[in-house]
Protein backbone atom coordinates (compact mmCIF):
# COMPACT_ATOMS: atom_id res chain seq x y z
CA UNK A 1 0.00 0.00 0.00
CA UNK A 2 1.16 3.15 -1.02
CA UNK A 3 -0.44 6.13 0.31
CA UNK A 4 -0.15 9.13 2.21
CA UNK A 5 -3.04 9.99 5.10
CA UNK A 6 -3.32 13.97 4.63
CA UNK A 7 -6.50 13.85 7.05
CA UNK A 8 -4.95 11.69 9.70
CA UNK A 9 -2.03 14.15 9.15
CA UNK A 10 -4.99 17.40 10.01
CA UNK A 11 -6.15 15.32 12.75
CA UNK A 12 -2.92 15.06 14.20
CA UNK A 13 -2.09 18.46 14.43
CA UNK A 14 -5.91 19.53 15.64
CA UNK A 15 -4.99 17.20 18.20
CA UNK A 16 -1.69 18.58 19.01
CA UNK A 17 -3.51 22.14 19.09
CA UNK A 18 -5.95 21.25 21.72
CA UNK A 19 -3.66 19.85 24.01
CA UNK A 20 -1.15 22.80 24.21
CA UNK A 21 -4.42 24.75 24.79
CA UNK A 22 -5.84 22.59 27.45
CA UNK A 23 -2.36 22.77 29.27
CA UNK A 24 -2.07 26.34 28.48
CA UNK A 25 -5.19 27.15 30.43
CA UNK A 26 -5.42 23.96 32.79
CA UNK A 27 -3.71 25.54 35.73
CA UNK A 28 -5.97 28.93 35.16
CA UNK A 29 -9.29 30.14 35.76
CA UNK A 30 -9.99 29.77 32.33
CA UNK A 31 -9.91 26.01 31.12
CA UNK A 32 -10.44 25.31 27.35
CA UNK A 33 -10.37 22.35 25.57
CA UNK A 34 -11.20 19.66 28.92
CA UNK A 35 -11.67 16.83 26.36
CA UNK A 36 -7.95 17.15 24.97
CA UNK A 37 -6.47 14.07 26.94
CA UNK A 38 -8.31 12.09 24.48
CA UNK A 39 -5.68 13.39 22.07
CA UNK A 40 -3.42 11.02 23.52
CA UNK A 41 -5.80 8.16 22.57
CA UNK A 42 -5.81 9.07 18.97
CA UNK A 43 -2.18 9.36 18.74
CA UNK A 44 -1.87 5.97 20.01
CA UNK A 45 -4.23 4.75 17.58
CA UNK A 46 -2.52 6.83 14.87
CA UNK A 47 0.57 5.23 16.21
CA UNK A 48 -0.75 1.98 15.52
CA UNK A 49 -2.13 2.13 12.24
CA UNK A 50 1.13 3.98 10.93
CA UNK A 51 3.56 1.75 12.35
CA UNK A 52 1.80 -1.17 11.26
CA UNK A 53 1.24 0.64 7.99
CA UNK A 54 5.10 1.57 7.32
CA UNK A 55 7.03 -1.37 9.39
CA UNK A 56 4.79 -4.96 9.89
CA UNK A 57 5.62 -5.73 6.16
CA UNK A 58 9.36 -5.06 6.27
CA UNK A 59 9.43 -7.18 9.93
CA UNK A 60 7.77 -9.91 8.49
CA UNK A 61 10.63 -10.05 5.60
CA UNK A 62 13.36 -10.17 7.82
CA UNK A 63 13.75 -6.53 9.78
CA UNK A 64 16.20 -7.01 12.59
CA UNK A 65 14.85 -5.75 16.22
CA UNK A 66 17.67 -3.84 16.15
CA UNK A 67 16.89 -1.91 13.49
CA UNK A 68 13.62 -1.31 14.05
CA UNK A 69 14.49 0.25 17.47
CA UNK A 70 17.16 2.13 16.10
CA UNK A 71 14.73 3.35 13.47
CA UNK A 72 12.43 4.59 16.40
CA UNK A 73 14.71 6.38 18.55
CA UNK A 74 16.32 8.28 15.26
CA UNK A 75 12.68 9.42 14.65
CA UNK A 76 11.59 10.08 18.51
CA UNK A 77 14.72 10.83 20.27
CA UNK A 78 16.30 14.09 18.74
CA UNK A 79 13.42 15.88 19.71
CA UNK A 80 12.73 14.38 22.65
CA UNK A 81 16.19 15.29 23.79
CA UNK A 82 15.75 19.26 22.93
CA UNK A 83 12.33 19.18 24.70
CA UNK A 84 13.93 17.19 27.61
CA UNK A 85 17.05 20.20 27.56
CA UNK A 86 13.81 22.83 28.20
CA UNK A 87 12.26 20.56 30.47
CA UNK A 88 15.52 20.38 33.04
CA UNK A 89 15.65 23.99 32.44
CA UNK A 90 12.17 24.93 33.99
CA UNK A 91 12.63 22.00 36.72
CA UNK A 92 15.45 24.23 37.67
CA UNK A 93 13.79 27.34 37.74
CA UNK A 94 10.96 25.88 39.73
CA UNK A 95 13.83 24.23 42.33
CA UNK A 96 15.58 27.70 42.96
CA UNK A 97 12.15 29.57 43.16
CA UNK A 98 10.80 27.11 45.55
CA UNK A 99 7.77 26.20 43.43
CA UNK A 100 8.33 22.43 43.83
CA UNK A 101 9.41 20.11 46.63
CA UNK A 102 11.68 18.58 44.43
CA UNK A 103 15.54 19.14 45.85
CA UNK A 104 18.28 19.81 43.38
CA UNK A 105 19.83 16.59 43.64
CA UNK A 106 16.22 15.12 43.05
CA UNK A 107 15.83 17.02 39.67
CA UNK A 108 18.97 16.12 38.43
CA UNK A 109 18.42 12.06 39.16
CA UNK A 110 14.42 12.98 37.42
CA UNK A 111 16.78 14.47 34.42
CA UNK A 112 18.96 11.87 34.33
CA UNK A 113 16.37 9.14 34.10
CA UNK A 114 13.81 10.72 31.95
CA UNK A 115 16.84 11.07 29.65
CA UNK A 116 16.47 7.24 28.65
CA UNK A 117 12.90 6.91 28.71
CA UNK A 118 12.91 5.91 32.37
CA UNK A 119 9.49 7.35 34.24
CA UNK A 120 10.61 8.98 37.78
CA UNK A 121 8.62 7.78 40.63
CA UNK A 122 8.82 9.59 43.40
CA UNK A 123 6.24 11.45 45.72
CA UNK A 124 6.67 15.57 44.88
CA UNK A 125 4.77 18.34 43.40
CA UNK A 126 5.46 21.00 40.65
CA UNK A 127 3.80 23.84 40.89
CA UNK A 128 2.30 25.29 37.26
CA UNK A 129 -0.04 28.28 37.00
CA UNK A 130 -2.81 27.83 39.79
CA UNK A 131 -2.46 24.05 40.31
CA UNK A 132 0.37 21.41 41.99
CA UNK A 133 1.40 18.59 39.70
CA UNK A 134 1.43 15.63 41.91
CA UNK A 135 4.07 13.15 40.85
CA UNK A 136 4.29 13.22 37.42
CA UNK A 137 6.58 10.49 35.49
CA UNK A 138 8.04 12.63 34.13
CA UNK A 139 8.67 16.38 36.27
CA UNK A 140 10.45 18.51 33.33
CA UNK A 141 7.73 17.69 30.87
CA UNK A 142 4.63 16.01 31.63
CA UNK A 143 3.36 14.84 28.33
CA UNK A 144 6.71 12.95 27.63
CA UNK A 145 5.05 10.04 29.28
CA UNK A 146 3.36 8.78 26.34
CA UNK A 147 6.27 8.66 24.35
CA UNK A 148 7.38 6.28 27.23
CA UNK A 149 4.19 4.41 26.87
CA UNK A 150 4.46 4.51 22.91
CA UNK A 151 8.30 3.31 22.94
CA UNK A 152 7.01 0.06 25.28
CA UNK A 153 4.24 -0.57 22.55
CA UNK A 154 6.10 -0.33 19.70
CA UNK A 155 8.96 -2.76 21.02
CA UNK A 156 5.92 -5.29 22.02
CA UNK A 157 4.62 -5.18 18.55
CA UNK A 158 7.75 -5.40 17.13
CA UNK A 159 8.43 -8.65 18.77
CA UNK A 160 4.89 -10.04 17.88
CA UNK A 161 5.63 -9.26 14.25
CA UNK A 162 8.90 -10.84 14.54
CA UNK A 163 8.03 -13.85 16.46
CA UNK A 164 4.74 -14.81 14.63
CA UNK A 165 6.29 -14.00 11.20
CA UNK A 166 2.84 -13.16 9.99
CA UNK A 167 0.12 -10.54 10.07
CA UNK A 168 -1.65 -11.45 12.45
CA UNK A 169 -5.57 -10.68 14.06
CA UNK A 170 -4.69 -7.97 16.90
CA UNK A 171 -8.21 -8.56 18.63
CA UNK A 172 -6.64 -10.11 21.44
CA UNK A 173 -4.59 -7.07 22.42
CA UNK A 174 -7.25 -5.04 21.45
CA UNK A 175 -9.64 -7.16 23.92
CA UNK A 176 -6.98 -7.17 26.56
CA UNK A 177 -6.42 -3.40 26.83
CA UNK A 178 -9.91 -2.44 26.15
CA UNK A 179 -11.53 -4.99 29.37
CA UNK A 180 -8.12 -3.82 31.81
CA UNK A 181 -9.05 -0.06 30.97
CA UNK A 182 -12.58 -0.29 31.14
CA UNK A 183 -12.13 -2.17 34.59
CA UNK A 184 -8.87 -0.04 36.14
CA UNK A 185 -10.87 3.54 35.51
CA UNK A 186 -14.35 2.50 36.87
CA UNK A 187 -12.31 0.97 40.13
CA UNK A 188 -9.75 3.86 40.51
CA UNK A 189 -11.68 6.76 39.44
CA UNK A 190 -9.08 7.88 37.34
CA UNK A 191 -10.05 9.09 33.43
CA UNK A 192 -7.07 9.20 31.31
CA UNK A 193 -4.36 7.71 33.04
CA UNK A 194 -0.45 7.07 32.49
CA UNK A 195 1.12 10.68 33.38
CA UNK A 196 1.67 9.66 36.97
CA UNK A 197 2.97 7.91 39.40
CA UNK A 198 -0.26 7.47 40.70
CA UNK A 199 -1.98 6.36 38.16
CA UNK A 200 1.04 4.81 35.98
CA UNK A 201 -0.66 1.37 36.01
CA UNK A 202 -3.77 2.74 33.48
CA UNK A 203 -1.41 3.56 31.13
CA UNK A 204 -0.13 0.32 29.99
CA UNK A 205 -3.84 -1.11 28.88
CA UNK A 206 -4.69 2.80 27.25
CA UNK A 207 -1.60 2.90 25.39
CA UNK A 208 -1.87 -1.31 24.34
CA UNK A 209 -5.90 -0.71 23.74
CA UNK A 210 -5.29 2.04 21.18
CA UNK A 211 -2.25 1.45 19.39
CA UNK A 212 -3.79 -2.28 18.70
CA UNK A 213 -6.45 -0.53 17.36
CA UNK A 214 -5.02 1.44 15.20
CA UNK A 215 -3.14 -1.99 14.13
CA UNK A 216 -6.74 -3.38 13.17
CA UNK A 217 -7.88 -1.09 11.24
CA UNK A 218 -4.63 -1.45 8.98
CA UNK A 219 -5.29 -5.08 8.93
CA UNK A 220 -8.68 -4.30 7.47
CA UNK A 221 -7.66 -1.38 5.70
CA UNK A 222 -8.68 -3.47 2.38
CA UNK A 223 -12.08 -3.88 3.67
CA UNK A 224 -12.50 -0.69 5.05
CA UNK A 225 -11.45 1.22 2.18
CA UNK A 226 -14.17 -0.78 -0.06
CA UNK A 227 -16.91 -0.17 2.32
CA UNK A 228 -16.39 2.13 4.79
CA UNK A 229 -17.99 6.44 3.74
CA UNK A 230 -16.00 9.06 2.55
CA UNK A 231 -16.35 12.00 5.00
CA UNK A 232 -15.59 15.14 3.90
CA UNK A 233 -12.21 15.45 6.23
CA UNK A 234 -13.14 19.16 7.68
CA UNK A 235 -16.22 17.11 9.11
CA UNK A 236 -13.79 14.87 11.40
CA UNK A 237 -11.92 17.82 11.98
CA UNK A 238 -14.98 19.47 13.50
CA UNK A 239 -16.07 16.53 14.97
CA UNK A 240 -12.50 16.13 17.07
CA UNK A 241 -12.44 20.00 17.85
CA UNK A 242 -15.75 19.77 19.65
CA UNK A 243 -15.50 16.33 21.42
CA UNK A 244 -12.03 17.67 23.06
CA UNK A 245 -14.14 21.07 23.85
CA UNK A 246 -16.31 18.75 26.55
CA UNK A 247 -15.70 17.90 29.95
CA UNK A 248 -15.22 14.43 29.32
CA UNK A 249 -11.81 13.49 31.39
CA UNK A 250 -14.38 14.63 34.25
CA UNK A 251 -16.63 11.18 33.60
CA UNK A 252 -15.98 7.90 33.78
CA UNK A 253 -18.36 7.05 31.47
CA UNK A 254 -18.24 9.56 28.81
CA UNK A 255 -14.35 9.33 28.68
CA UNK A 256 -14.64 5.71 28.17
CA UNK A 257 -16.78 5.64 25.39
CA UNK A 258 -14.57 8.38 23.77
CA UNK A 259 -11.47 6.96 23.84
CA UNK A 260 -12.95 3.16 23.17
CA UNK A 261 -15.51 4.00 20.40
CA UNK A 262 -14.91 7.48 18.76
CA UNK A 263 -11.70 7.90 18.64
CA UNK A 264 -11.12 4.30 16.72
CA UNK A 265 -13.85 5.29 14.29
CA UNK A 266 -12.49 9.03 13.56
CA UNK A 267 -9.27 7.30 12.93
CA UNK A 268 -10.90 4.40 10.64
CA UNK A 269 -12.81 7.47 8.67
CA UNK A 270 -9.88 9.54 8.29
CA UNK A 271 -7.97 6.87 6.67
CA UNK A 272 -10.10 6.57 3.61
CA UNK A 273 -11.48 10.50 3.64
CA UNK A 274 -8.32 11.81 1.98
CA UNK A 275 -8.86 16.46 1.14
CA UNK A 276 -8.67 17.18 -2.59
CA UNK A 277 -5.25 18.19 -3.70
CA UNK A 278 -4.46 21.66 -3.24
CA UNK A 279 -3.88 24.73 -0.24
CA UNK A 280 -6.07 21.91 2.22
CA UNK A 281 -3.40 19.10 1.95
CA UNK A 282 -0.75 21.49 1.94
CA UNK A 283 -2.07 22.85 5.17
CA UNK A 284 -2.83 19.14 6.60
CA UNK A 285 0.60 18.21 5.63
CA UNK A 286 1.75 21.44 8.02
CA UNK A 287 -0.16 20.22 10.67
CA UNK A 288 1.26 16.92 10.91
CA UNK A 289 4.62 17.46 10.61
CA UNK A 290 4.64 20.33 12.87
CA UNK A 291 2.30 18.18 15.54
CA UNK A 292 5.46 15.89 17.53
CA UNK A 293 7.40 19.00 17.71
CA UNK A 294 4.87 21.47 19.25
CA UNK A 295 3.66 18.14 21.66
CA UNK A 296 6.96 17.38 22.89
CA UNK A 297 8.16 21.41 23.67
CA UNK A 298 5.11 22.94 24.83
CA UNK A 299 4.96 22.35 28.48
CA UNK A 300 8.31 23.05 29.46
CA UNK A 301 7.65 26.48 27.49
CA UNK A 302 4.69 26.79 29.51
CA UNK A 303 6.23 26.44 32.82
CA UNK A 304 9.07 28.55 32.03
CA UNK A 305 6.51 31.07 31.41
CA UNK A 306 4.61 30.32 34.73
CA UNK A 307 8.24 30.85 36.69
CA UNK A 308 8.76 33.78 35.07
CA UNK A 309 5.55 34.81 35.90
CA UNK A 310 5.56 33.79 39.19
CA UNK A 311 2.04 31.69 38.87
CA UNK A 312 0.13 34.61 37.49
CA UNK A 313 -3.38 33.92 36.12
CA UNK A 314 -2.49 34.12 32.90
CA UNK A 315 -5.68 33.07 31.12
CA UNK A 316 -6.43 33.14 27.30
CA UNK A 317 -3.48 36.44 26.87
CA UNK A 318 -0.96 34.18 28.55
CA UNK A 319 -2.29 31.27 26.75
CA UNK A 320 -1.86 33.09 23.19
CA UNK A 321 1.77 34.14 23.54
CA UNK A 322 2.57 30.99 25.37
CA UNK A 323 1.30 29.17 21.86
CA UNK A 324 3.13 31.48 19.73
CA UNK A 325 6.20 31.40 20.99
CA UNK A 326 5.94 26.96 21.17
CA UNK A 327 4.65 26.96 17.06
CA UNK A 328 8.12 29.34 16.34
CA UNK A 329 10.15 27.28 18.78
CA UNK A 330 8.95 24.16 17.54
CA UNK A 331 9.14 24.69 13.69
CA UNK A 332 12.75 26.23 14.16
CA UNK A 333 13.99 23.23 16.00
CA UNK A 334 12.12 20.44 13.83
CA UNK A 335 13.84 22.92 10.43
CA UNK A 336 17.25 22.99 11.45
CA UNK A 337 17.76 20.78 14.63
CA UNK A 338 15.95 17.66 14.50
CA UNK A 339 15.64 17.14 10.77
CA UNK A 340 19.33 17.76 10.17
CA UNK A 341 20.63 15.40 13.35
CA UNK A 342 18.03 12.36 12.35
CA UNK A 343 19.64 13.16 9.09
CA UNK A 344 23.00 12.83 9.73
CA UNK A 345 21.98 9.66 12.14
CA UNK A 346 20.28 7.90 9.80
CA UNK A 347 23.17 8.01 7.26
CA UNK A 348 25.73 6.74 9.92
CA UNK A 349 23.40 3.97 11.44
CA UNK A 350 21.45 2.63 8.36
CA UNK A 351 22.93 1.40 4.34
CA UNK A 352 21.98 3.79 2.02
CA UNK A 353 18.45 4.02 1.10
CA UNK A 354 17.43 3.51 4.45
CA UNK A 355 16.14 6.03 6.04
CA UNK A 356 13.68 5.77 9.07
CA UNK A 357 9.91 5.16 8.41
CA UNK A 358 7.68 8.10 9.16
CA UNK A 359 4.89 7.41 11.96
CA UNK A 360 4.02 7.54 15.64
CA UNK A 361 1.65 8.46 18.51
CA UNK A 362 2.01 12.32 18.71
CA UNK A 363 4.42 12.13 15.92
CA UNK A 364 4.11 12.36 12.62
CA UNK A 365 3.68 12.00 9.20
CA UNK A 366 1.46 8.79 8.04
CA UNK A 367 3.25 8.04 5.04
CA UNK A 368 4.00 4.56 3.44
CA UNK A 369 7.50 3.08 3.94
CA UNK A 370 8.90 3.90 0.50
CA UNK A 371 7.42 7.87 0.85
CA UNK A 372 10.05 9.17 3.67
CA UNK A 373 9.89 13.12 3.37
CA UNK A 374 12.28 14.70 6.45
CA UNK A 375 8.59 15.21 7.92
CA UNK A 376 6.92 13.36 10.87
CA UNK A 377 7.43 10.22 11.96
Known amino acids: MNHRFNTLDGLRGIAAIAVIFFHFTQHTTLRLFSGAGLAVDLFFCLSGFVIAHSYQQRLIGGMSFKEFFLKRLVRLYPMFMIALMLGALALFMKTTSSQTSLTLHQTLNSVALNAFYIPYLNDYYVQIGKDRIDSALFPGNDPAWSLFFELLVNIVFAFVVIRTGRRKNPLPWILLGGVTLIAYVLLSGFVAPGWSATNIIGGLPRTVYGFFVGVY ?53 GTVSDP ?20 CIHFPIYSIFTSLT ?37 RRLFRPGMTPALGTAATGQATAANQLPPNQS
Open 217 to 269: IYFLFDRVSAHCPRVPPIYLMLASFFIFLLPTRFSEPMWLYAALIFVPVVVTL
Open 276 to 295: KPGMTNRFFDYLGWLSYPIY
Open 310 to 346: HDADIRLWGAGLCAAVTIVLAHLSAKFIDEPVREMLS
